[in-house]
């Protein structure tokens, strides 16, 4: 119970900040956009109780799978979600998790430095090691199904 | 937790740090035949680095430990928003056809070149994180659910994560300018590769193809943005159950064949 009270101040809190930076940098009014956040923030909580309840799989899993549910065609309301939630740039919510992530690199700077460049290195191996994988796979099935 | 809660200097840090990396706004810059876009979220990570001990001394030890407390939880909402931009388009998706579902699998070979890789390179359990795969916001989020973002791990996705932001859009673009000019791949399959979960990659992809096939534009978009919106949809799922277990089956197949020994925890 505790857990979810906290989760519940902290999804709050970041809503504030990210309807702030929403207004700031992508022009949607603070009232424009609460319905929209108010869903978000709804949408996490039922996650945070699923996992807390229901079965312990990672609330990243729920919370996609709820956000989904709700904006899919044909369920209850679901345009007037997805009309509200877009009021919410995608973008706005990556400013603040960032910045958060940012306060805290501070103290992980040292074991950055060490990792570094080799991160660099392997996210390009992971950047082209995904994109050639797929693209041969795309190739072969279409090639297979006559579309190319 | 609660600790973190409090610790009212850091949701005000934050707040600054937020406003101005969005009064910036985004940057971008043409680099030959590509696009740098350099979004709000690189500035606050940027600045936020710099508040610490060692630079401008803004936060101690404690807000920094209080602050990435909070990170993995504030993802949330940003995956409640992602859920929101796929569940429109389920059902055209789910049209798209085998040759999408298909090329998903080729996160399988992110991890298969990305793993040994980064273990030559000398990293341990980041690994798992950096390379399993392409690291885009739920790949961050799950990994953060299930090993926490301070950990090697989370060092490893985040790095990964960082990296994409910053060298993605240009990285795709050269990419798929380059592969059209070798002629190996069709355009239809660069296009559908391009859907990797983010939206800015698919984008610069999806964009130079277009310039090199005109004829072809309305194909290559409307199979980059489904491939896109359909990693987005399975992109999770893909890696809790599928290339996460498989990263670490590799990741420990490797270090016993390297060290003569499984890691000791």
Known sequence: ?148 | MTDAIKNVKVHLVVLVLVCVSELIGILKFDVGPGTLVLLPMLYAVFLGTFLGPKFLKVVNDKDMLDSSTLVSLTLMLLMARYGTLVGPKFFEILKAGPALILQEFGNIGTLVIGIPIAMFLGLRREAVGAAHSIAREPNVALIGDIYGLDSPEGRGVMGVYICGTVFGTIFYGLAASFLSVLDVFHPYALAMAAGVGSASMMTATVGSLSAHYPAMADKIQAFGVASNTLSGLDGVYMSMFIALPLSNKLYNLLYRLRFGKTEEA
């Open chain 1, 1 to 148: 119970m505790r857990k979810i009270v906290e989760s519940a101040i902290v999804l709050v809190l970041v809503g504030v900040i990210t309807l702030i930076g929403n207004r700031i940098g992508y022009g949607f009014g603070l009232l424009e956009a609460l319905p929209g956040m108010a869903v978000l923030v709804a949408i996490c909580l039922l996650g945070v109780l699923a996992n807390a309840y229901v079965f312990k799989l990672p609330t990243v899993l729920y919370v996609i799978t709820f956000g989904m549910i709700v904006t899919l065609p044909g369920f209850p309301g679901s345009e007037q979600f997805a009309a509200w939630v877009g009021k919410v740039n995608f973008l706005a919510l990556t400013t603040p998790i960032l910045a958060y992530a940012g306060v805290g690199i501070g103290k992980d700077l040292p074991a950055l430095k060490k990792t570094g460049w080799r991160i660099v290195a392997v996210s390009l191996f992971v950047m082209a090691g995904t994109y050639l994988a797929s693209a041969g796979i795309a190739q072969v099935t279409l090639k297979f199904l006559g579309e190319i």
